[in-house]
């Protein structure tokens, strides 16, 4: 029996979410479920997703809370993880935690699925398209045939260099002559059982702004035990162009004093003991 898998993405701008939610309504194995959890409580996300439903017939559930004054994407995505427990997650479930400005291929979900099948979490990446591909991209039924034609060969040279990246620390993992996260989790394209997930207690709610979320949370999935299989070249996404929310002295700011600080392997402030926060809305939208 296929592991049920669950999409989750969050968000906070209906830029590139049409395109998104698009892709994983026409996926040769549909979800389990797709729950948008934003980072605001902007009515226009709300808007949109009743779009979505009314024009392709899926259900989704929307999660939600007003803002902050900072960027909370780990607890952004705890609170769709909360909503799926409080709807019946089960421990042999998987999560699909991606962007939400990221199309996916037609056999994302699928391939995920199957990779589960070979380790506790998948790590992929994404092809990056440039500002002219992006504002290109249809939204009718050709909109995979466009993106299938769309990187050029120094994109897809990229994947290739980071698989065979990821497989070398991979290797020099089982001689712990790597780093304690790697190889990495990109945040917008992994899967996870969601047993391993709950076990170390999800996302650190105290990241906050931008970066090394993921590479935490990779360090903890290591340190419990997990393990990795790589899905670089095979699981495949599509980064639609934005400007970067990426600061300028990340490197040296407080998350990167935090995460080179020692930590526990099951986070504070996670699924359980949430961090502070606005009060969280959720609904469900139906055909």
């Known amino acids: 029996?296929?592991?049920?898998?669950?999409?989750?993405?969050?968000?906070?701008?209906?830029?590139?979410?049409?395109?998104?939610?698009?892709g994983y309504t026409r996926q040769e194995r549909p979800p389990t479920?797709?729950?948008?959890?934003?980072?605001?409580?902007?009515?226009?996300?709300?808007?949109?997703?009743?779009?979505v439903v009314e024009e392709t017939?899926?259900?989704?559930?929307?999660?939600s809370r007003a803002r902050h004054p900072?960027?909370?994407?780990?607890?952004?995505?705890?609170?769709?993880?909360?909503?799926?427990?409080?709807?019946g997650l089960s421990g042999d479930d998987a999560l699909l935690l991606v962007d939400g400005d990221c199309i996916p291929a037609p056999d994302f979900v699928r391939c995920?699925?199957?990779?589960?099948?070979?380790?506790?979490?998948?790590?992929?990446?994404y092809i990056l398209l440039d500002e002219r591909t992006t504002s290109e991209v249809p939204s009718d039924e050709t909109m995979h045939a466009f993106l299938e034609t769309a990187p050029a060969e120094e994109q897809l040279e990229r994947m290739r260099r980071l698989e065979r990246k990821a497989r070398?620390?991979?290797?020099?993992?089982?001689?712990?002559?790597?780093?304690?996260?790697?190889?990495?989790?990109?945040?917008?394209?992994?899967?996870?059982?969601?047993?391993?997930?709950?076990?170390?207690?999800?996302?650190?709610?105290?990241?906050?702004?931008?970066?090394?979320?993921?590479?935490?949370?990779?360090?903890?999935?290591?340190?419990?035990g997990a393990r990795s299989t790589i899905a670089i070249t095979q699981a495949v996404l599509y980064h639609q162009w934005h400007p970067t929310r990426k600061g300028t002295a990340w490197e040296s700011g407080s998350v990167a004093k935090r995460f080179h600080s020692r930590l526990p392997v099951r986070c504070r402030?996670?699924?359980?003991?949430?961090?502070?926060?606005?009060?969280?809305?959720?609904?469900e939208l139906t055909p």
């Not at 669950?6 to 906070?12: L, M, Q, R, S």
């Not at 900072?70 to 709807?87: C, M, P, V, Y």
């Not at 992994?190 to 076990?199: D, E, H, I, P, Y």
Request: aromatic share 6%; charged share 25%; net charge negative.
């Open 1 to 22: 029996m296929a592991i049920a898998l669950h999409v989750v993405i969050p968000t906070h701008t209906t830029r590139h979410l049409y395109r998104t939610l698009l």
């Open 33 to 51: 479920t797709i729950t948008v959890s934003c980072d605001t409580d902007d009515p226009e996300i709300g808007t949109l997703l009743e779009r």
């Open 57 to 63: 017939g899926t259900t989704l559930t929307q999660v």
């Open 70 to 87: 900072e960027a909370r994407l780990a607890q952004t995505r705890n609170n769709g993880i909360r909503s799926l427990i409080d709807r």
């Open 112 to 125: 995920h699925g199957e990779r589960l099948e070979h380790g506790d979490f998948v790590l992929g990446n």
């Open 168 to 224: 070398t620390h991979q290797l020099l993992r089982k001689f712990r002559l790597t780093k304690g996260h790697k190889p990495k989790i990109l945040g917008a394209n992994t899967s996870v059982r969601a047993s391993r997930l709950l076990a170390i207690n999800g996302y650190d709610e105290e990241y906050m702004e931008w970066g090394y979320e993921d590479d935490d949370l990779g360090r903890r999935l290591y340190s419990s």
């Open 269 to 283: 402030h996670g699924i359980d003991n949430p961090h502070e926060q606005h009060a969280v809305h959720e609904r």
